[in-house]
Each structure stands twice: as C-alpha cells, then as structure tokens.
C-alpha cells in the first residue's frame, strides 16, 4: 500500500513539473508577443543607467531587466525573460515550502500550492510582464522555501539562506519588510521563536539582509531620501469618511488579482493557520508571516489607496496555508484562475474582441507604441530631437527608437546618471491631450503645434497626443535629460 501510494505521488509531483515546463513556455511566447508598458520601458530606462536606487521603487527589476537583455538584447522577450523563468523556478520553491510548513498529505499539497498560486491573475500576469513585483515574489516564495527548511530540519545555517532572500526581497520592493516584520514578530511571541534568539543565526540574518539593503539607504540619503519620503510619504493618512470605499477597493482587487475562488481558499487557509498557530508551529509562522501585512494594508486603506497589487506578495505564503485545506473544489477553484488569465494572454496577444480603453488594459497600455513612435519619428527634423513630459511615454519613444535622440521631461530625471540635454537643440515635443492644460513650456523657447498623433490598435483609440514644434531653452532644466535608446 505504501509503496503503490508512494508511486502515485512521484507521479503526481512529475506530471506536475511537466505541466510547470509547459506552461513556463507558454508564458515565454506571451511575453515575447505582447508589446511592453510603459512602466515596463521605464525600467528599461532604469537598467540602462544602473544606480543602487531610483525615486519609486529599489533596484532590483533593473538589474533583472539588464541580465536578460544582456542576453537576448533590448527586446521584449529580452527585458520579460526573468519574470517567465522566475515563475517557474518559484513555483519549484513553493512547493518546496508547501511540503515543509503545510498539513496534510505532502504530496498533494505540493501540487495544490504551486497550482493556486499559478492560477492567480497577479502571477499569470506577472509572469509576462516586469515590474518590481517580479523578483519581489521570487524572493519572498525563496525566504519561504528557507523558512520551511528551517522548520525542519532546524539547522541554523538556514537563518543565513533566509536572511538573503530577505534582503534582496527589500531590494526589489519596500513593503518586503512587512513578512520580515511578521518573522520578527513569530522569534519574540513564541516560545520556539525565543529559543532562536538565544542563538547567533537570526540575528547574522538580519545583519545580512541589512548590508544587503545599506546600498538602497545610501542611495537615499544621497538624494535627499527621495524614494523613502515618496513611498512613506503616504503612510499615517487618516480620511474616515473614504474608509469604507478604499477598503471595499482592497478586498475587490484581491478577489480580482486572486480570481474569485482562489481568493476563497486563501482567505479559509489563513484562517485554518490562524486557528492551529497554538498548537503548530508551522502554522504559526504562516499567520505571523501574514497577518501583520494584512493589519498595515488595512490601516493604510483608512486614509488612502492601497493599490490592488500591494498585497500579492503574500500570496505565496497564502497559497502554501490553502493548499492544506481538504475542500473539493481546489479544482474548478484554480480552472477558473487559468481560464481567466488566459483570456487576458488572448486579448493582448491576439486583441479579438474590441473593448474600450476603460474596460481593455490591454489597449490602454500596450496597444500601438510601436506605430506612434514611427509617426513621431516622421515629424520630427531630420536629426532633432523627440520629447515628452510623461515617464511612461519617454520611454516608450526611447525604447522604440534606437537611432533618435529622445528627451525626458521630468523632474525625475535630475535623480538618474544621464547626461543632461543641451539648450538649443530643435525638435518635437509629445503630450498627451489630457494634458495639455498643465504643459510645462519653461524648458522651450519656441513652442508651436503642428499637429496630433493617435495611439490604438486597429480602429480603437487609447490615447491622443498634441505634437509641437520646439527649441530647447538655452538653459534647460537640470532635469531635462537625453534617455538611453533601445531597440524592440
């Protein structure tokens, strides 16, 4: 008997590593097919002049970015390789983690875990595209995978695999200090947890996820502490009348990031992990790994918006809890979670249903860059200059034209190694007709438009831009800068 179930579950764990390969290279067409956003192109930017932080968000997607167009060049599938493999060599930790800290059959909480997170619109989606969340997931399933292990084995040197992929979770993404937090929480409220501290390994730990972290905070404290004030700026905010509106936007953007019946087995796995955290240690450290986050996002939607993908970095932790949960329907639960991010994977790869910019993200972000670079490559002056004033629409234009000057517009860039753009220089300016009330003119002496140029695909149109004709000032704003140029 044992050995016939034993056979089943290599079975089982081997069907689902092939269905991991298969759909890992479903995820590399995808992705190599569908045209970057301009957040996307922003980080692009970002890994074109590498510094050891940047004004949103630490720099750990640049560094991906540029590994994988060292690689296969400045090309889509170039600048999303990592987030595809990533995936799937995440998922492999997942499970990993789901064997060690879960309940239940092993075997098949194995499989379940890495399926429910999978299903997920927040992983179908990230595993396309690169933003910050991208490494964030991969190295927070990493420190969970170093957790599990540690749980049971109980060998120090794990505190130090576990510190490690802690301190480049905070250098991909700040609010990774939320599940450190929750581990700090679990070593002084639990007896095991006192235990540790008693020993050198979790404080060696937190030494090595800081060092790894002091090149982000000495970036800050170069520039004024710019990305710490803009992302803690919004802390502590306190509009009691908008309560009961930014929370129901929370709760909605999980249950839509999560696919509806995901997020049901997430929501009854951390409470079955909150109601063994007594008894078990593993559940205690997925509820305390979990719930302090949780508390700070729903005291954060007290006063301000948190936005919807926030949250997915519990979601592994979240997913490794459900899958030891003996309901039925994990099946059509994580089925719909396919279906729906298939959809999407259809609808910006293929577009055959044509949607509004409201309701399609797809059009709205990623829907005719490279044809609105062409045109404003036409209207521009034989060796002049492309400008815009947008982040995202920069560098989309410097991405797309590897043979024009293409100059960014923003206060941003002061805080980028760029070189600064000289005063003087002629050539068009690009604003989007939203806009235009609030167009800066001060980095221009002349300024005329000469026309509009739309952005869409086929006959839909996801926005319009107003085209000037314009001079540098002799005097450029200091962060008026000349963006590195690509090729896609």
């Not at 922003?42 to 750990?60: C, E, I, Q």
């Not at 492999?92 to 890495?114: E, K, N, Q, S, T």
């Not at 078990?280 to 729903?298: E, Y």
């Amino acid at each position: 008997m044992t050995g016939r179930a034993g056979y089943a579950d290599r079975s089982l764990l081997v069907w689902g590593g092939v269905a991991l390969g298969l759909l890992t290279v479903l995820r590399g067409i995808v992705a190599a097919c569908t045209p970057p956003s301009p957040d996307e192109a922003y980080y692009w930017v970002w890994s074109r002049a590498l510094a050891p932080g940047y004004l949103d968000h630490p720099p750990m997607v640049a560094l991906w970015i540029r590994g994988g167009t060292a690689l296969l060049g400045d090309t889509t599938l170039g600048i999303r390789l990592p987030a595809a493999l990533s995936a799937g060599v995440g998922t492999l930790f997942l499970a990993a983690a789901a064997r060690d800290l879960g309940w239940g059959p092993a075997a098949g909480r194995m499989v379940r875990a890495g399926i429910l997170l999978n299903a997920t619109l927040a992983l179908g989606i990230g595993a396309v595209t690169m933003t910050p969340d991208t490494p964030l997931l991969f190295f927070i399933t990493t420190a969970l995978w170093a957790l599990g292990r540690l749980h049971v084995t109980g060998r120090g040197g794990w505190w130090l695999v576990l510190g490690l992929a802690l301190g480049l979770a905070c250098d991909s993404k700040y609010t990774a200090v939320l599940p450190g937090a929750g581990l700090a929480f679990w070593l002084l409220g639990s007896r095991s947890g006192r235990v540790w501290l008693r020993t050198p390994w979790p404080w060696c730990a937190a030494m090595l996820a800081l060092l790894l972290f002091l090149p982000v905070i000495g970036w800050n404290a170069a520039h004024h502490w710019a990305s710490f004030v803009r992302q803690g700026g919004r802390a502590g905010d306190w509009r009691p009348a908008r309560a009961v509106q930014f929370l129901g936007e929370l709760a909605g953007g999980q249950v839509g990031l999560a696919t509806p019946l995901v997020a049901l087995f997430f929501a009854g796995g951390l409470w079955q992990a909150l109601r063994r955290a007594w008894r078990d240690d593993a559940a205690a450290l997925l509820a305390c790994w979990t719930v302090p986050a949780i508390v700070v996002f729903v005291q954060h939607a007290l006063g301000d918006r948190v936005q919807a993908n926030w949250p997915v970095l519990l979601y592994p932790g979240l997913a490794i809890a459900a899958a030891s949960l003996t309901w039925r329907f994990w099946g059509p639960a994580s089925a719909l979670g396919f279906v729906l991010t298939l959809l999407v994977y259809v609808q910006s790869t293929l577009s055959p249903v044509a949607l509004s910019p409201h309701l399609d993200i797809t059009l709205r972000q990623m829907a005719g860059w490279q044809d609105l670079a062409r045109a404003a490559d036409g209207m521009a002056p034989s060796g002049g200059f492309i400008a815009a004033d947008e982040y995202g629409l920069a560098s989309e234009l410097a991405l797309a034209l590897p043979r024009r000057p293409v100059i960014g517009i923003e206060p941003r860039w002061a805080l980028f190694d760029l070189p600064r753009a000289a005063g003087g220089q002629q050539g068009i300016f690009l604003c989007s007709e939203r806009r235009l009330r609030t167009v800066d003119p001060t980095p221009f002496s002349r300024m005329t438009r000469i026309g509009t140029l739309a952005r869409g695909r086929g006959a839909q149109v996801a926005e319009r831009y107003a085209v000037f004709r314009v001079t540098l000032a002799p005097e450029a704003p200091a962060w008026t800068a000349r963006l590195p140029s690509g090729a896609v």
